[in-house]
């Protein structure tokens, strides 16, 4: 609410995550391993740009035209916000593209709202190919949706989901308090509401505690 809305905007966050269990095998596994893990993932994730890039539309006149790939910059986050194993990458999708003539023209966004669950999907699938074919790994069916490691129980599993555990809770408190299901914009308020800040943690050291936490499962 205290956020005024920006007057230009620079550039989109496009989140590409992955299935919890892919944190666990990345982050707890012996350093060989995770470096193939987390390789999978940025795969998985350059993919997905790349399909994104040949559908990458421009504003000329404030209409659609074709336009030249995209300009993107990467981050790797290891971590949840709640210091959970969780390697995900913002890709910050800058407001500018080239068109057919040379000049740069605004990102007609629009495109990357319609296309953002299959490239979400393509991302998934290259990692999980290239995880099955470096490492042998196996999948089963998620609780919900997706797929997660094989081998990786479903209580290890919810031993790293802190902020999935938050967000229940608070859920559930809310929907006793109104007697009713909560709606979707009531949802993202919880979200956002018990939303902790960021933290720069060194990545190596929650490592020795979160084999400590999934030894006890």
Do not use: C
């Not at 629009?110 to 490239?119: G, K, N, S, V």
């Not at 989901?161 to 559930?172: F, V």
């Not at 509401?193 to 050291?205: F, M």
Request: proline share 6%; no cysteine.
């Amino acid at each position: 609410e205290r956020r005024r809305p920006p007057a230009v905007r620079v550039a989109y966050d496009l989140t590409l995550t992955t299935e919890k269990s892919l944190g666990v095998l990345a982050m707890l596994a012996p350093d060989a391993v995770r470096d193939v893990v987390l390789d999978s993932i940025r795969a998985g994730n350059d993919h997905a740009l790349g399909w994104l890039e040949d559908r990458a539309v421009g504003r000329i006149d404030g209409k659609p035209a074709p336009a030249d790939g995209l300009m993107v910059a990467s981050f790797r986050h290891l971590t949840s916000r709640a210091l959970d194993p969780f390697p995900h990458h913002h890709n910050v999708v800058m407001n500018t593209v080239r068109s057919n003539d040379g000049s740069h023209r605004a990102l007609d966004a629009r495109f990357l709202y319609r296309d953002a669950h299959a490239a979400s999907a393509l991302a998934t699938a290259e990692m999980r190919h290239q995880l099955s074919e470096r490492l042998g790994v196996r999948w089963r069916p998620g609780r919900k949706s997706g797929w997660e490691v094989d081998g990786i129980s479903a209580q290890v599993i919810a031993e790293f989901s802190t902020r999935r555990s938050e967000i229940d809770d608070a859920l559930r408190e809310l929907e006793s308090e109104i007697g009713r299901g909560a709606h979707p914009k009531e949802i993202a308020h919880i979200v956002l509401r018990t939303r902790p800040a960021k933290n720069h943690t060194p990545d190596d050291e929650p490592v020795a505690t979160w084999r400590a936490r999934a030894a006890q499962h």
